[in-house]
Structures are given as C-alpha cells and as structure tokens.
C-alpha cells in the first residue's frame, strides 16, 4: 500500500499527540513528536545552566546543539516511542512545568531549529511517518500527502493538559497551565523564524467539542480518503 507523511501541526496541549500516536500505532507508520525534541533540548540547556535564571547563554547553545543526539527509542511498555537526550531516557522530565515554561523561547532560536528540521526530514525519507508540531506541515514536511491544523479553545486545552498531568501525579495549577499555553500560543505564532500558522492546503480541526476516540474516527477518514 502506498506509504504518506502525516504532518499533524497546531496549538499546545489540543491532542495532537494523542490522535497522532494511535493513528500510528494502527496503520504501522512511524510516530514522532517533533516538540519532545524542542523540549529536550531545553531540558539540556536547564541541566547544564545553558539556561539559567531566565538568560540563555546562547554561544554555548550554539556550540553544544551539533553535538546533541536526540532521538526516539520504541517502550514496548506504552507501545510508543520515547525520546533520548545523549543516550538517556528524557521521556519524563520533558513534561514538567519548568520545561514547558523556556521551550518556547529555546525552539526559536534559528540554529536550533536548523539541526532539529534536519533530524525530522531524514526520519522522513522513507515516508511512513505521522509527525507531529507547529511547522511539519509548513516547513519540515511541506509536500506531506496528507496535512492537519488542529486547534481548540484555550480554556479546553489547559484542563486537558490538567488532567494529563495530575493523572501523573504532578502538582499544578489549571491557571498557570493557562497562562503557560496562552504565553506559548503567542510566542508560537510571532516568532520570526517558522512559526506557528496553518498551511495553505491542511484541513482545519476545531476538537473542543470531540472526544479523543471522535478524533481519531475523524483522522483516520482522512488518512483513508489520502491514500486512495
Ligand atoms: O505538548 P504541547 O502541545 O503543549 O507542546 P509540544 O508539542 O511538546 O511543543 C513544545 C514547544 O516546542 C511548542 O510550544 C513550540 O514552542 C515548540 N515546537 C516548535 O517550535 N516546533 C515544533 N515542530 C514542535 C514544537
């Protein structure tokens, strides 16, 4: 059957991981997720002050961001894949607060978005492939055979993104989740380097008002309709 690219690309925290990961693991096609990348390099930067005290030191970032490996290891536990910073699990620490706070500001940088475009091309060569983010569609991937833009009312977002992290036992609040999708959503969108915008020719998705299984139903037409 013939093999597609995904792109999958919208705001924080609106289920694109979710939807894009079972799409995946049902059709066999790869599943990456490209903002795990963007956050563990900013865990990087936390683990060696590269970031520190709000200022980034940013020769040090440009020096270190060549030799980073990130990359996705399978977890036959979850049945997805986990991202690796320099041969270590990062999976769980890319979730906190701390990083969601900075990554916005670490993914704008156009040096690092260069090495980390780079890395999602080649895992795409062979097609196969949902990816998900801000700019697959736009930049990375933009001749995916199949494009989705998927937004939701911030308010949706952050008690999803609540209830995701309390499940995990984390302690936080829904208003600075909020605020921290809000303060992303802008800095995704007015960035000057690839920010956040729809692609002229991917399919809109508003989910605010579907269920995770609604979505899926609902991408999985698409991804038929694509491969015909
Ligand atoms: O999980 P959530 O949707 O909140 O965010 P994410 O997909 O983990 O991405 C974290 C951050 O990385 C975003 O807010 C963007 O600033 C950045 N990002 C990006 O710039 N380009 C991408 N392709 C993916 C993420």
Redesign the pocket.
């Known amino acids: 059957m013939k093999k597609i690219i995904i792109a999958i690309d919208g705001f924080?925290?609106c289920g694109?991981?979710t939807m894009a990961k079972e799409l995946a693991h049902e059709i066999g096609y790869i599943y990456i997720?490209?903002?795990?990348m963007?956050?563990a390099v900013t865990l990087y930067c936390i683990q060696t002050d590269i970031l520190k005290e709000e200022t980034i030191d940013i020769q040090r970032l440009r020096e270190a961001i060549g030799t980073l490996k990130v990359c996705f290891h399978f977890n036959r536990e979850t049945d997805h894949p986990d991202v690796w910073l320099n041969d270590v699990n990062v999976e769980d620490k890319i979730r906190t607060m701390e990083v969601s706070a900075h990554?916005?500001k670490i993914?704008a940088f156009d040096f690092v978005r260069t090495a980390m475009v780079a890395q999602q091309q080649a895992m795409g060569r062979d097609k196969g492939l949902v990816m998900d983010?801000?700019?697959?569609g736009t930049v990375v991937f933009p001749h995916a055979e199949l494009k989705i833009f998927v937004t939701a009312s911030p308010e949706v977002r952050a008690r999803r993104r609540y209830d995701e992290l309390t499940a995990k036992g984390a302690t936080v609040s829904l208003e600075e989740i909020l605020t921290n999708i809000k303060e992303?959503d802008y800095?995704?969108q007015h960035r000057p380097v690839s920010p956040l915008r729809q692609a002229d020719d991917a399919i809109l998705l508003d989910n605010t008002h579907l269920t995770t299984a609604q979505q899926l139903e609902w991408l999985k037409e698409q991804y038929q309709q694509a491969i015909q």
Do not use: F, T
């Open positions: 924080s925290s694109k991981s997720d490209s903002g795990a963007y956050r990554v916005s993914a983010g801000r700019d697959i992303r800095a995704d």
